[in-house]
């Protein structure tokens, strides 16, 4: 579907749920919304009939290692496989199909745990590059002899963090091939935003998608930096980025305050990003929240900040702070109902796994949340804890025209069959960046 963000498009004929009510037709021009529920809709511009299908916000999530994910998607998976030459019949088609592999290694994922391999087991297969295969615990990695060289490790077993570790990083023409790739799957969700962390070379990585892959980002990325140390936090902000709302497809985000560090490095940290503008997004511990606490009182410069992994024993310390919530899919998340009872605002994070957003609302909806509250996780709430619910969220005039066409109303379906609704069309800035073709 050839389009451009100038062009006019009115959606009608749809129940279009605005956040604030329905309507029955909207129009965006330049990437806004001009117009919703027109009386004297005109007909000028491209006229998209919805034949009842339903409209709501475009989708946001609020915590995807988009790259990690992207990446995961290029490894070979070995679940199922049942013996050791099985298993090198898969690494050697694989090989044979990508000669120039991700990173410049060949790395399969989730072997079975009662098949055991060993270096030669690799080199028998692929002897010229780098080969790793994971187990289906992500505990330990098997090396070939070139990344035990590349390593310079003299065992061909290694814990999984250990491996990670000496990774070299992606490449620039990975991660535009990565984006190039896998930004459609996230928009044939309905997916218009996601906040990505990114960990380590972060001056480097911001420039890439600043540059390199700003132009094929079919979905709005926040940025969201961690750093293993305040060192390392500082000299980012040395220079001189800060958060905002910055550009309409790539923009910094807040800075990410890993739980696993010690409990100074912690509060160093939060002091550092607070007092330098930026939102911190803190793990759900006590040290966190103590060090929250203390600079929030200190300065109220910018005291929405989040946690994620929130859980319901510090909910109430949330509130009192003024605190979002992030949930990640795959946690247990009962307490999200007791969030919303008590004015929290919660959004909502696929973590390391592109989830789809119908079935985090529709997992929602069961544990108690109505329809509206659902849906405002992936809206509403996730616009707020971005600082941008003026801009996005809600489909009103003036704000930016991120809209998602769902099959059916989500509304209008038993709980557990909103799981199962399909996007028929994503727009994000006013342009159709998916098109299931059923309109």
Known sequence: MEQTQDEKISLINGRIHTQSGTASNITFEHGRIVSVDDENLGLDGRIIDLHGRTAVPGFCDTSLDFLSWAESQERLSLAGVHSVREMSELLTAYSHANPKPMREWYIAVNLPDEIVISRDDLDSVISALPCAVID????????????????????????????????????????????????????????????????????????????????????????????????????????????????????????????????????????????????????????????????????????????????????????????????LSGNENDFVHEAFQNGLVISAGSGSDLVSPARIISSFVSQGLSVAEALSVYTWSASWNGGLESRRGELAVGNDADIVILEQDPFLVRPEEIAGIDTAMTFCAGCAVYDSGAI
């Open 136 to 327: 289906a615990k992500r505990s330990h990695a098997v090396l070939n002899t070139p990344a035990m060289n590349e390593f310079n490790m003299p065992q061909d077993n290694v814990e999984l963090d250990e491996f990670t570790q000496h990774l070299p990083p992606l490449s620039e023409e990975d991660i535009i091939h990565l984006v190039k790739t896998y930004a459609p799957k996230a928009n044939a969700l309905g997916v218009t935003e996601i906040w990505s962390e990114f960990r380590g070379d972060a001056k480097r990585l911001w420039d890439i998608f600043f540059s390199d892959a700003y132009d094929l980002l079919t979905f709005r990325m926040r940025c969201n930096f961690g750093f293993d140390n305040v060192s390392s936090l500082n000299e980012f902000l040395s220079e001189g980025l800060r958060t905002g709302d910055g550009l309409p497809f790539c923009k910094l985000g807040g800075i990410i305050v890993d739980g696993n560090l010690d409990q100074q490095e912690q509060k160093n940290m939060i002091y550092s990003a607070h007092l330098s503008g930026c939102q911190v997004i803190s793990d759900n511990n006590k040290s966190c929240l103590n060090a929250l606490e203390k600079v929030i009182k200190r300065s109220r410069k910018n005291s929405r900040h989040i946690i994620r992994n929130m859980a319901g024993n510090l909910i109430d310390r949330m509130r009192i702070l003024g605190l979002g919530g992030i949930a």
